[in-house]
Structure formats: C-alpha cells, structure tokens
C-alpha cells in the first residue's frame, strides 16, 4: 500500500500560481506510474496529468492547454503539479493518485491509492 499526503492548495486569485505537492511512502514506488486528478463541485473526476515514476514520461488532458506542469523527485518520493495562470474554473479537489502499472492511463480506476485531496480556490 503507498500512502499519499497532498499539499499547496490555496486561495488564489485570478492569473496566479500554485505549486502542488504529493508525498508519497510506503512500499517502494518504482515502477509506479503517478498522476493528478481534480474534482469541482457537482463534476466527476477528472485526469489531468500523468506521469511514469522511473522514466518521467509524461502526459496531459487537453485543457491543460500548457498551463500545467507534472515533475517528480525521486530522492524525496514527491509528485509536484504547477499550475499557472489559474482560472476561477480551476477551483476543486486536487487529487493525487499512485499506480502499480509501467502503463500511464488517463482512467481513475486505474489507479489504486489515491491521496485525501487538496482544495484550490481561484477567486475572480
């Protein structure tokens, strides 16, 4: 089992940033692939980053559109998630999410430890 602890959610108003982050233990993670998804009030789940633990291969839901960026450190089993330029629309739940399959997916259910979530707020 990895356990999954996200932080850096915040108020934010219009046009900032926020740097997510998700800690991760537990047994060891390679090859785990990692990923990011959100939930707003009243919407499903949904993807919005990937990324494979050893190789840092990487990829992105189409609304991302260039404004958010997956990375990880390996040396401290921590997953970060950048965004810029937020919009009131990208106020949710921030959820991090750890896979044991080599294979990057966009699906929720492939993934089997999940974090608490972190909320974003983005006030116009």
């Known amino acids: 089992q990895v356990q999954l602890v996200e932080s850096g959610g915040g108020l934010v108003q219009a046009g900032g940033s926020l740097r997510l982050s998700c800690a991760a233990s537990g047994r060891t993670f390679s090859p785990y692939t990692m990923a990011w998804f959100r939930q707003a009030p009243g919407k499903e789940r949904e993807f919005i980053s990937g990324?494979?633990?050893?190789?840092?291969?990487?990829i992105y839901a189409d609304f991302v559109r260039g404004r958010f960026t997956i990375s990880r450190d390996n040396a401290k089993n921590t997953v970060y998630l950048q965004i810029n330029s937020l919009k009131p629309e990208d106020t949710a739940v921030y959820y991090c999410?750890?896979?044991?399959?080599?294979?990057?997916?966009?699906?929720?259910?492939?993934?089997?430890?999940w974090g608490q979530g972190t909320q974003v707020t983005v006030s116009s």
């Open positions: 999410a750890a896979s044991s399959s080599y294979v990057l997916s966009r699906l929720s259910d492939r993934y089997d430890s």
């Open positions: 990324i494979t633990w050893n190789t840092g291969i990487d």
